[in-house]
């Protein structure tokens, strides 16, 4: 399998400092600075991103389990919410939040949820966040 790259720049000092993302070969481009990371500010940061692939790649995987079981998701919605906190060493993502909703025709809930933890269990994504706490909130809808 191929690797994917993406790109940052950053100018200047950290906090009157920007730069720009580049996600693969330019599928998206984007700003960010201090404000956009530590406080509200325009662009996007680094945290963000994580969540995004973390998003997709837990949609997919949640999606490839299902249907190995049998039940062929009509839609997979993931919500990635990714912390930042300081700590006495520095700055750590101690968890990561995973909202879902799908609709997937033949399952009931505690099976949802038991192919929904498998999911989490085999994304890549979330392996690569073995450090971090995972929080998995899945809701099957009808």
Known sequence: MPDRTSEATWEKDLMSGHGTM????????GPFSFK??????????PEELLAAAHAGCYSMALSHELSQAGHVPERVHTTA?????????GFRIPR???TVDAKVPGIDQAGFEKIAETAKKNCPVSKLFAGAEIVLKPTLKG
Do not use: C, I, P, Y
């Open 22 to 29: 580049t996600v693969g070969h330019g599928a998206w481009t």
């Open 96 to 98: 990561v939040t995973l």
């Open 36 to 45: 956009s990371r530590f406080e509200d500010g325009k662009g996007t940061n």
């Open 81 to 89: 919410q990714v912390g930042l906190e300081k700590s006495s060493d």
